[in-house]
Each structure stands twice: as C-alpha cells, then as structure tokens.
T-cell receptor, first 110, second 113 residues
Framework: QKEVEQNSGPLSVPEGAIASLNCTYSDRVSQSFFWYRQYSGKSPELIMSIYSNGDKEDGRFTAQLNKASQYVSLLIRDSQPSDSATYLCAVYLNTDKLIFGTGTRLQVFP | KAGVTQTPRYLIKTRGQQVTLSCSPISGHRSVSWYQQTPGQGLQFLFEYFSETQRNKGNFPGRFSGRQFSNSRSEMNVSTLELGDSALYLC????????????FGPGTRLTVT
C-alpha cells in the first residue's frame, strides 16, 4: 500500500460545478495535511493546509479531513477552466517526512 | 517578497558526469527541502536541511548529496549521473514555525544523455 494515494484522473467537470478530489493515507498518526496545485510545466503551489478533523474553507476551496477513515479531500466550488491542473495531496508522516501523492489531474471544461 | 529561486533552470549532462544545483529560499525561511519529480514516480523527497544540518533524507543512493550554507542557501549534488536521474529537481523552503507549509521554486530540469 502506498503511503499517500490519489486517483490519477483525469477528473472532468463542467464549469460552475463542484470538483471533488480525494486522498487516502496509510499512517494513522499523521497530523498535517496539505493540498498543492501544479499547472502543467510549473512547480507545485500550496493552496490549503488542514490539521484538525472537519472542514476548512478558503474562498472556493474546502479541505475536509477524516482521521478515523484516513482520508482528506479537496472541494472546489464554482470550478473554472483556470482550475484545470494537477492537484497533489501531501501528508506529514510519522517518519518526519512530507510525502506527496502522485496527483489527480482536473479538467474543467466550459 | 521574492520567491524561491533555483539555478540553473535547465541542464543537459552526460552519463557519468556530476552536477550541482542551487537553491535560494524565501527571505526568512531557514528550512530547505529537495524533491525529484518524474512522470512515473511523482514527487520524491530527497532531503531536508535546517540551520546547515541535514534533518532528514529520503530513499536515494549516496550519489545524491546536499548541503546548506549559513545564509540558508542550499545546493544539491548528483555524482556519476545515470540516465534515470533525468527529472525536474524542485527546491522548497519554509519557515521554521511552519515546516511543512512549503513554497516551491521553479525547478531545475536535468536531462542526462
């Protein structure tokens, strides 16, 4: 089992819809979780961090964390074509390392 | 505030050669991490430096090494290059108080022929 798993996609959603991106992790004691966005040919950009169970909202983005089920998700409301990118989930593991998933490619079509 | 800078941006080397990549973190950031990104493996952690000390390292062979200077700038070195070392090498910096909220540089694209 990989330490951090994401569906590679692509996830295709129409403009204005909600995009839901999911991530599972293997380390039960992980405490810190992050979402990065990476446009094609660019470097990853931190968009959300979450440390406690529940939801954390920032503009059109909502991160959701469920430690009991070991998953973290990212919701993007009112998706725009400019949101088309690869979204990377990152988890700070008990091994004192930040481990990235392989990313989910999101396509938002007009 | 200036972002993370990496030099060079592109590099072509021959198998067996060595290469040194440089990273300047955001001002005030003392933690620097290095990652290798390839299409097949995604982002793989190489090592992390803080206050000139290697704090952690990933599962890469000893050909990969790094260091950090007193001004927090960091370098990584790859010796005896192999074809499989062709990748995007990314540097990320963070504050000591928010160690894993990392800000990435543009990367160095290394091609080994």
């Amino acid at each position: 089992q990989k330490e951090v798993e994401q569906n590679s996609g692509p996830l295709s959603v129409p403009e204005g819809a909600i995009a839901s991106l999911n991530c599972t992790y293997s380390d039960r004691v992980s405490q810190s979780f992050f979402w990065y966005r990476q446009y094609s040919g660019k470097s990853p950009e931190l968009i959300m961090s979450i440390y406690s169970n529940g939801d954390k909202e920032d503009g059109r983005f909502t991160a959701q964390l469920n430690k009991a089920s070991q998953y973290v998700s990212l919701l993007i409301r009112d998706s725009q074509p400019s949101d088309s990118a690869t979204y990377l989930c990152a988890v700070y593991l008990n091994t004192d390392k930040l481990i990235f998933g392989t990313g989910t490619r999101l396509q938002v079509f007009p | 505030k200036a972002g993370v800078t990496q030099t060079p941006r592109y590099l072509i080397k021959t198998r067996g050669q060595q290469v040194t990549l440089s990273c300047s973190p955001i001002s005030g950031h003392r933690s620097v991490s290095w990652y290798q990104q390839t299409p097949g493996q995604g982002l793989q952690f190489l090592f992390e430096y803080f206050s000139e000390t290697q704090r952690n390292k990933g599962n890469f062979p000893g050909r990969f090494s790094g260091r950090q200077f007193s001004n927090s700038r960091s370098e990584m070195n790859v010796s005896t290059l192999e074809l499989g070392d062709s990748a995007l090498y990314l540097c990320a910096s963070s504050l000591a108080t928010a160690r894993y909220e990392q800000y990435f540089g543009p990367g160095t694209r290394l091609t080994v022929t």
